[in-house]
């Protein structure tokens, strides 16, 4: 016997093309689902994950083998015939406190492996010097054999130290007595739970010496039913007894075989890596879903264009057109029909006061539901909050955005005020004629002489002046009507463009985004759960 040295074998050939990218896989869908799911959930399979990396940076020469049992069960006493050494206590009590022992086969040791299991030096011992090898030692090289603490001890800590092994070993040799073989305890804390685990698991049942030579096959055939009934049909059974070496020479052919095949380490990461994979599948599911489209956006841009008063204020915004127009540049005798009440009022006037938050808030509900239809609880409930539970931030930004974007469509033309100017100038030629050709009218009937008219161009100065002005202000105005009329259609589709991409800004920035976001996320945590359980 000598203590275990440095030491171990080659890591895990091609371990990356197979178990390896699973156990990736299952890393990638934690992470994608950290903040939409139950830590609770996502921390189990979180840890086996980075226990399940770490092995396989390790050897893979080695097989990791748990023994585990009741007290009395013969464990211990199992342990040292295997080992051919008085390693263990034998009793009710172990004498190393809450630690496990263990033993390795063969010349290169495995203390990093053991290291990674947390244990202590004192307690690793190595068959690997040749004065300690037979060559039945030579057929358990690579197996690291560990003593478990009693599963039903006295002491908290040993069930502390058991669970905690049990995650590390690749194979499981669990040690029934014929007294308590049906012990509820073992059964529904570790087998039953442990059903999906059949193929890295043994079950030995021990001291079989006490059982009738002629009652050792149906006991043999008893634990086989129970066993069956737990979902671990095909579990490989041994009777043994540790006293008189009964079965030893089958347990050891069943380590051996194990160990050459170099398959338990894998059988036991893919079993623990579909089981993590499973339990957070059961909870947030793996649905695959409709996602977002085209038209999912573009109903919600109309819903909230719609919650804004775009419509309106987009006719707003044509009828102010021309009636602004018409105000300063019709003829200035008209204007005042112009000025009669709007309908819809100024839209520069209290435009934010359009909007109708609980219209825009129940689009942005519609919009989740719609996102989040397929999906199951959790990343059901992610979807909603990252859309209708900003609702807050995004009602007072489509308001600010509409309203700027509303008087920025607003501006005076220049022609305007020019023509304006033209029309006052015809309005006061026309005042200026006809004042002169009625202050003419009635000085001659007031018996005074006509003053000498004025001419221009072989016309009288004050009737070119007063139809000319008419002429001119009438003309000018109904042309003016006609491309106001015309600015006015161009002016509020160009508005519509720009009030709606101020629209689609704000929804993509606030709610489509961040949905986007975790429909992408819902994707990654999908594939690779899915690549998990493969």
């Known amino acids: 016997m000598t203590i275990l040295g440095s030491g171990g074998g080659p890591t895990f050939s091609g371990a990356r093309s197979d178990v390896g990218l699973r156990v990736d896989a299952l890393a990638a869908a934690v992470d994608a689902s950290r903040g939409r799911i139950d830590d609770a959930v996502l921390d189990p399979a979180a840890e086996l994950a980075a226990r399940a990396s770490e092995r396989l940076t390790l050897s893979g020469e080695h097989t990791i083998v748990a023994l585990a049992g009741a007290t009395g069960s013969g464990k211990s006493s199992l342990f040292n015939r295997l080992t051919d050494l008085d390693l263990a206590g034998v009793g009710v009590r172990r004498p190393t406190t809450s630690w496990a022992l263990a033993c390795a086969w063969g010349p290169d040791g495995a203390q990093e492996l053991l290291e990674w299991m947390g244990i202590p030096p004192r307690h690793q011992v190595s068959r690997k010097s040749m004065l300690d090898r037979s060559a039945e030692d030579e057929r358990l090289d690579g197996l690291v054999l560990l003593d478990l603490p009693d599963h039903d001890s006295t002491e908290v800590e040993h069930h502390i130290e058991m669970d905690r092994l049990v995650k590390y070993a690749d194979a499981l040799v669990w040690v029934l007595d014929p007294q308590k073989y049906a012990d509820a305890a073992i059964h529904d804390r570790y087998l039953r739970p442990l059903a999906g685990y059949r193929d890295v698991t043994i079950v030995v049942l021990n001291q079989i010496d006490r059982i009738d030579y002629t009652e050792r096959a149906s006991a043999l055939e008893d634990v086989r039913r129970i066993l069956d009934d737990e979902g671990l049909e095909g579990v490989t059974l041994i009777g043994t007894s540790a006293s008189r070496g009964d079965g030893l020479d089958e347990l050891k052919r069943e380590l051996a075989s194990r160990i050459r095949a170099k398959q338990s380490a894998r059988d036991r990461l893919e079993s623990d890596v579909d089981a993590a994979a499973v339990s957070v599948a059961e909870v947030a599911g793996t649905s695959e879903i409709p996602g977002l489209t085209d038209v999912d956006r573009e109903h919600l841009d109309a819903a909230l264009a719609d919650a804004a008063g775009i419509p309106q204020l987009v006719r707003a915004i044509k009828d102010n057109t021309r009636r602004r127009g018409g105000r300063l540049t019709g003829w200035p005798v008209t204007r005042w029909l112009l000025r009669r009440p709007q309908p819809l009022g100024d839209p ?66 220049v022609w305007w005020h020019v023509v304006n100017v033209v029309q006052w100038a015809a309005f006061f030629a026309v005042i200026a004629g006809a004042s002169w050709l009625g202050g003419s009218e009635v000085s001659y009937r007031a018996g005074y002489s006509r003053p000498p008219a004025m001419m221009v161009a072989g016309y009288s100065l004050p009737v070119l002046l007063a139809v000319g002005g008419l002429v001119i202000g009438i003309g000018l105005g109904a042309l003016s009507a006609v491309i106001n009329r015309i600015a006015g259609i161009r002016r509020s589709q160009h508005a519509e463009r720009v009030l709606r991409s101020a629209v689609d800004q704000v929804a993509e920035q606030h709610i489509i985004a961040p949905v986007r976001a975790e429909l992408d996320a819902y994707d990654r945590y999908r594939s690779n759960i899915i690549r998990a359980r493969a």
């Open 348 to 413: 520069a006037d209290g435009t934010s006061s359009r909007l109708q938050h609980s219209q825009a808030e129940a689009a942005i509900r519609e919009f989740a539901e719609t996102a989040s239809v397929g999906l199951d609880g959790p990343w059901r409930d992610a979807v909603r909050r990252a859309s209708a539970g900003r609702t807050d931030a995004t009602v007072p930004a489509l308001d600010r955005a509409v309203s700027s974007a509303g008087v920025a469509a607003l501006g005076t033309p």
